[in-house]
């Protein structure tokens, strides 16, 4: 069991008010709170680290080389990666995803297949479209069941032979459905397409072994594992990585320039180019070992009591519609009440003092197919108590009279 109270003490922000009231923090899903020793690392490479990284010969260069380096095994430890040549720093999922897209894009041929689902998030689909005003690739949309799970039948009669990349969510954002990752990889590579997997959703609940789950890139996000902002991670199968072209160009990513023609890295710097945001990534590792240290598995059995318990009270309300009732989800409700619009709802929650996400989520494909404009999104991290779901569920009972 998590000792809540002794971790919340941990996150300065939670005890803040807004309007007078005692903040209730639940979009998780879009940011989570970062505790102090993440802070405190952030602190110590500005008061003590900070030079620029790879290029310098003196003494502070080559530590904060080090540490960002030293943050490069971490995550390869993390994710189970084969190796550290793997891990790639990006500044979040949707530059993980557009360099995927954007270079691996470049191995296409006009005619290629793409498979998306219908519950991806924009990060996932955008660059896919962007990719078709250089290469006429066709994007195939796999739907998903009124549980909110994906169709798998419909997605391997979308697999075929043109089938170049299929790429999905782990976890969706709006839904909280967990896909089955290894079988849809194991499916795909049988025809012989590459496995992109969004993580962003599930790397903040769920342990990442890359090598299990059979993708061929993974990409999440730290600021979503109660990480610094600016820092993602990219992790790409090796033979992919040293056939893919770079994304962009710069320094770090050359081994040799010229008029007449420039040469490249090896991964990973060869998609790193430019000065990275050194400084966060190396906090990054102290939040993989804070992580770690309570527990994934004692992460996820709180967060499952608690969505559990907000989804039993939640239904207590009338006209309550929850989308996403798939068993085992990721602590992710998102829900309308009756005819209210999420919006209404949304304000009125938060002059309550509760932080809930309204909207289409950047998943707007996903609201079309459930016939809405958005929702109200509640979702759950390490550091949220029943007490404050009690809240939650008492401001929703207090507000739903004035939305009718
Ligand atoms: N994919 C999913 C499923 C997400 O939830 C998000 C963040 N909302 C992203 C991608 C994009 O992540 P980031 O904004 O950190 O790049």
């Known amino acids: 069991m998590l000792d809540v109270e002794a971790l919340r003490r941990e996150y300065p922000i939670l005890s803040r008010e807004v309007y007078g009231r005692q903040l209730v923090y639940l979009d998780n899903t879009a940011t989570s709170q970062t505790p102090r020793c993440v802070v405190e690392a952030v602190t110590r490479m500005y008061y003590e680290h900070k030079a620029n990284v790879h290029r310098g010969v003196f003494f502070l260069s080559q530590e904060a080389t080090d540490l960002m380096e030293r943050t490069r095994d971490r995550v390869a430890r993390y994710i189970n990666a084969p190796s550290r040549d793997e891990v790639i720093f990006t500044r979040g999922t949707t530059e993980a995803l557009n360099l995927v897209a954007s270079s691996m894009g470049q191995l296409l041929d006009d005619g290629d297949e793409i498979v998306l689902t219908v519950m991806e998030h924009h990060a996932n689909i955008v660059p896919w479209q962007l990719l078709q005003s250089r290469k006429r690739v066709i994007i195939k949309v796999v739907p998903i069941h009124a549980d909110g799970s994906l169709d798998l039948e419909v997605y391997k009669s979308l697999i075929g032979e043109r089938t170049r990349i299929v790429s999905f969510c782990h976890v969706s954002n709006v839904l909280g459905t967990v896909n089955p990752v290894r079988e849809m990889a ?181 609201m079309q197919a459930l016939g809405i404009e958005g929702t109200v999104r509640a979702s759950f991290a390490l550091y949220n108590t029943r007490e404050e779901v009690d809240t939650f569920i008492a401001a929703l009972k207090r507000i739903r009279p004035m939305l009718d």
């Open 186 to 366: 194991d499916y795909a590579h049988s025809h012989g397409a590459v496995v992109v997997v969004d993580g962003a959703q599930a790397s903040p609940h769920l342990p990442i072994d890359v090598q299990a789950s059979g993708a061929d890139f993974y990409a999440f996000s730290s600021h979503k594992m109660y990480g610094p902002a600016g820092v993602g991670v990219l992790y790409g199968k090796r033979e992919w990585l040293e056939r893919m072209p770079p994304y962009q160009g710069g320094g770090e990513m050359i081994k040799h320039v010229s008029f007449e023609g420039t040469t490249f890295e090896q991964p990973p710097l060869k998609f790193e180019a430019g000065t990275p945001d050194f400084v966060d990534i190396a906090a990054f590792s102290t939040c993989l070992d804070y992580i770690d240290g309570i527990g994934l598995r004692e992460i996820e059995t709180h967060e499952e009591e608690l969505l559990k318990y907000a989804t039993d009270r939640m239904m207590e309300i009338e006209g309550m519609r929850i989308f996403g009732t798939t068993p085992g989800k990721a602590p992710v409700i998102s829900f309308l009440m009756g005819n209210a619009h999420h919006y209404d709802t949304g304000m009125l929650l938060d002059k309550l003092g509760i932080a809930v996400r309204t909207g289409h989520h950047c998943a707007q494909p996903l």
